[in-house]
């Protein structure tokens, strides 16, 4: 196909649009600090095709979404995208804003998105699109794409790999628009936080405090490892659990405030309708029912003056609880009063549910009209809730001699329920100007009588104006986890806000519930450089919880095993509520599969950039994967710090777009410093540098020059002879001193931290045995091959052998592999190539042979050369060939295991050996 062919006259057979694949970005990613969701979207034939070459495209995408002429778009004006569609852009751009527009239109409003082209690849465009609830943006992107195709010529319809988004399809029999926004607003009322929550939320990120949800439900922590608070609704993470329980035991409630001097109605718990009746005889008509806990006034009836009334009021009652409260009923105005830590904040008088008559309309046809009320919901889903003619509202109705069909004069007032719970379809009047001094000490005292530290008062008053000790009245209930919407949006009257006063409660004096969070990435030095941070802030006094390649430790415990280098393991550590600190390992894999763990972090380090994953993931060259690494410094926070390698120029270069204070470390101090380091050393900026001779590491802030210790004094730099833990070293003092961590302790945890396999395992952990040395480090990649080789030509022994095993995993590219058995031939002298378990894609054997290609291309000799495939055998072998005096260099996967096969080696007698070999 051409792009000279109009659409409406292909009649071939084309390739459609096709969703290669999609990612859910929880935090700052690749593209953007916005959680987004990306799908990489490939268009086929319809790259040939942008919107204007489309008949009738723009005009039935504008009638089937018009709300997307309000989108601004590259113009940031409404009507910026309809000008781009008439002028043609690609249909990748489309699908973002109808993404955008679907979520939008189910209630959960979004504006950010990109489209991008993906470079070297015709027809390739990234996504993305901003989202709130992760299940609805997923859909959202899925009927993007069947909206857009929907409107297509039908010779290039069809889109292909939706199952990449999300497995159910609410367009499948027809319905178009309205089917996919029913869809979504599903979605969205089942997982988007309630009015309360929310509130609480926004206010708390307005104060830059960070937020995660812990459920599907409103449970939020609200900060960050010991800093952090819990809620839900509103109930706090300091709520007394035996203060909930009063609250919703409705007679202990009314005898402990009875018993604090606060005016409560008489009652009597009763369990059966006759016992009922005699209760309200003896306290005088009109009386109230209520079940003993109950609430959002489920089962109550109010203004019970017969008999009759209350059997009725009962039956309803027990429907709810097996025990019924019979009480005498105050008169007034029904008020809700919100304590929030002892103090009243804000007051709602709430109105019930009702209609008010036009002389025309019947009841039902005005409960339908007062429902389309935007501000009604299902639920607690909105401000308002929809009324809902039930057994209740008729039998109410039945009462005063109408029903649902009866026709009320101008004016009237039909009350539709006796309670004015807005659960229920009440209103409310804010009267929270309007309290007197006595109630508000009366509802003070109610809470703290209770317990609760964010309390609703239910109160029913004449006049709130007026002294209930005047006018009588008083207190009807008290309740637990009070709903704020009638306070937030009130029907009548000032919008209170009453989410400020909460967090202040939970973080007062300004604090921010942040840890420090210091996050480690880049090609090599990852994990010791992660496990010196750690283990100077430990030294610094705080509970370190830190993330690597190896697990996840909180101190002492090893709470997980395994690669724990991601976003998921990050979010462990910040939810702990012991941790005062956050050390994270950083992989790439983490980043480019849903972004960081956090918004911001304190100080982000970037190590290196070398080759390594390359050919993975979109990420083909150095420059892509720098992008990468490049995320943690541009999420460092205004004040924080961003540590930069000064020796690696991929790695200098994101000076230009790192957050906070820029920190750099350099292996080149002294006379051999570039011009760059002493540029930005001169400016005042913070360095730390290595210096010859003499090895000296030294600190340089605000144009000072603090001499710290020497490198050969850490002893994982075994004497100053690992170069690559040198460079590791510098890089954890930039970072923990640009934390604040003075420097006397960072020198004393240098000086304790070691590369055994305790402190650093798998990482240049050495044992000696029978005259054997055996060196264990996991370098998979072909610079950490060559530091590594570095050190063990300075470490060969003068008569000895140096017995290596190498791999690499079977997911890198040739040219790596074959680089890693170059390298490994210019420094061993017995090599033994083995193999993953899992080859990673790659059949069993096919790694060997391409890494022994390098091997034997650098003219090593092919008798010197083993193959063995499984890990343990190829590590024995290397073992029992090793004699006294010898140097044994293990290269493995599985550092657990193999580490335990080196303890318990015993050198084996040459004659054995040399059969073993034949």
């Not at 569609?85 to 189910?106: C, D, I, M, N, S």
């Not at 009763?270 to 306290?283: G, H, I, N, T, Y």
């Not at 090609?523 to 190896?550: E, F, P, Y």
């Not at 993953?836 to 000799?861: C, K, M, N, S, T």
Request: with cysteine.
């Amino acid at each position: 196909m051409t792009p000279d062919v109009p659409a409406a006259e292909v009649q071939v057979p084309v390739r459609p649009m096709r969703v290669l694949h999609t990612a859910l970005y929880r935090g700052p990613h690749l593209f953007s600090h916005t959680p987004m969701v990306r799908i990489r979207l490939d268009l086929g034939a319809l790259e040939a095709f942008p919107t204007d070459r489309l008949p009738g495209f723009t005009d039935g995408l504008l009638a089937a979404l018009p709300g997307l002429q309000e989108h601004g778009c590259c113009f940031r004006s409404p009507g910026g995208f309809v000008r781009r569609l008439r002028e043609g852009t690609w249909l990748g751009h489309v699908a973002e804003h109808v993404a955008l527009e679907l979520q939008t239109r189910a209630g959960s409003k979004v504006t950010r998105g990109k489209t991008r082209s993906v470079r070297g690849r015709t027809g390739h465009y990234n996504v993305l699109f901003a989202y709130r609830e992760e299940a609805a943006g997923l859909l959202a992107g899925r009927l993007a794409l069947q909206i857009v195709d929907s409107l297509l010529p039908p010779a290039l319809r069809g889109v292909t790999g939706l199952d990449e988004l999300h497995g159910d399809d609410p367009m499948a029999e027809g319905g178009g628009v309205p089917a996919a926004v029913g869809a979504l607003a599903r979605i969205v009322r089942r997982s988007a936080l309630g009015p309360t929550t929310r509130s609480l939320v926004q206010e708390a990120e307005r104060r830059g405090i960070p937020v995660m949800r812990l459920d599907d439900l409103s449970l939020v922590q609200l900060g960050h490892g010991a800093a952090q608070q819990r809620l839900r609704a509103s109930i706090t993470g300091r709520t007394s659990s035996i203060a909930v329980d009063i609250a919703g035991d409705k007679d202990l409630t009314k005898t402990l405030l009875a018993e604090s001097g606060l005016p409560v109605p008489r009652g009597a718990l009763v369990r059966s309708a006759e016992e009922a009746v005699r209760e309200a005889e003896r306290l005088g008509y009109p009386v109230v029912t209520k079940p003993l806990d109950g609430n959002h006034g489920r089962g109550v009836s109010l203004d019970l003056d017969t008999p009759e009334a209350v059997q009725r009021g009962f039956e309803e009652a027990v429907r709810h609880s097996r025990r019924v409260i019979v009480e005498q009923q105050f008169q007034g105005h029904d008020h809700r009063i919100l304590v929030i830590g002892g103090e009243v904040r804000a007051v709602a008088q709430r109105v019930p549910a009702h209609v008010i008559g036009d002389g025309e309309q019947t009841i039902a046809a005005l409960i339908e009209t007062v429902n389309r009320d935007p501000r009604r919901g299902t639920g607690h889903e909105s401000m308002l809730t929809r009324i809902v003619v039930d057994d209740h509202v008729t039998c109410l109705l039945a009462r005063n001699g109408l029903t649902p069909e009866s026709v009320p004069a101008a004016g009237c007032w039909v009350a539709l329920r006796d309670t004015a719970n807005l659960s229920t379809g009440g209103t409310a009047i804010d009267r929270t100007d309007d309290i007197h001094p006595d109630n508000a000490c009366i509802a003070r005292r109610a809470a703290l009588a209770i317990g609760l530290d964010v309390a609703g008062i239910d109160f029913l008053a004449p006049d709130i104006s007026r002294s209930v000790r005047e006018t009588g009245g008083g207190i009807v209930e008290v309740n637990a986890a009070p709903g704020f919407r009638m306070h937030l949006e009130p029907f009548e009257g000032w919008a209170r806000d009453i989410a400020r006063p909460v967090i202040d409660m939970l973080f007062p004096d300004g604090a921010t519930g942040r840890i420090p969070i210091l996050a480690i990435t880049g090609t090599n030095g990852k994990s010791t450089t992660t496990r010196m941070v750690a283990h100077i802030m430990r030294r610094a006094g705080l509970t370190v919880g830190m993330t690597s390649t190896s697990g996840i430790w909180i101190n002492d415990d090893k709470v997980a095993d395994g690669d724990s280098s991601g976003p998921r393991s990050a979010r462990m550590v910040l939810r702990d509520p012991t941790v005062q600190a956050a050390v994270l390992e950083t992989a790439r894999g983490g980043i480019l599969r849903e972004g960081l763990a956090f918004e911001e972090c304190d100080v982000g380090a970037v190590l290196n950039v070398q080759a390594d994953h390359l050919g993975l993931k979109e990420v083909d060259t150095l420059e892509d994967l720098a992008a990468v690494k490049s995320v943690v410094v541009e999420a460092v926070r205004r004040n924080g710090c961003s540590v930069l390698n000064a020796d690696d120029a991929l790695t200098l270069a994101m000076e230009r777009h790192a957050g906070g204070r820029i920190a750099l470390f350099s292996m080149r101090g002294g006379s051999a410093m570039s011009d760059a380091l002493r540029a930005h050393i001169a400016a005042g900026g913070l360095a730390v540098t290595h210096e010859e001779p003499g090895g000296e590491i030294i600190v340089h802030d605000d144009s000072r020059r603090l001499p710290l210790m020497s490198a050969a004094e850490i002893p994982a730099t075994l004497g100053g002879l690992a170069g690559f833990n040198i460079q590791n070293a510098l890089a954890a003092v930039a970072m923990t001193y640009a934390q604040g961590v003075a420097p006397p302790v960072i020198r004393a945890a240098l000086q304790t931290f070691s590369t055994s396999f305790e402190q650093s395992p798998g990482r240049l952990n050495l044992h000696e045995v029978g005259g054997i040395r055996v060196l264990m480090d996991y370098a998979h990649n072909p610079a950490g091959l060559a530091a590594l080789c570095n050190l063990v030509t300075r470490m060969r022994p003068p008569q000895g052998r140096v017995i290596g095993m190498v791999s690499t995993p079977g997911d890198r590219r040739d040219e790596d592999m074959r680089e890693m058995g170059r390298i490994a031939a210019g420094a061993f002298d017995e090599v033994v190539l083995r193999e993953r378990p899992d080859g990673r894609g790659r059949p069993a054997g096919e790694v060997i042979r391409i890494i022994a290609e390098g091997v034997l291309d650098a003219g090593f000799p092919e008798t010197r050369l083993h193959r063995v495939l499984d890990e343990q055998e190829a590590a024995g072998l290397c073992l029992r060939m090793a004699r006294p005096g010898d140097l044994v260099v293990l290269l493995p996967t599985s550092v657990g295991e193999v580490w335990a096969q080196v303890l318990s080696f015993q050198p084996e007698s040459a004659p054995a050996l040399a059969r073993e070999i034949a």
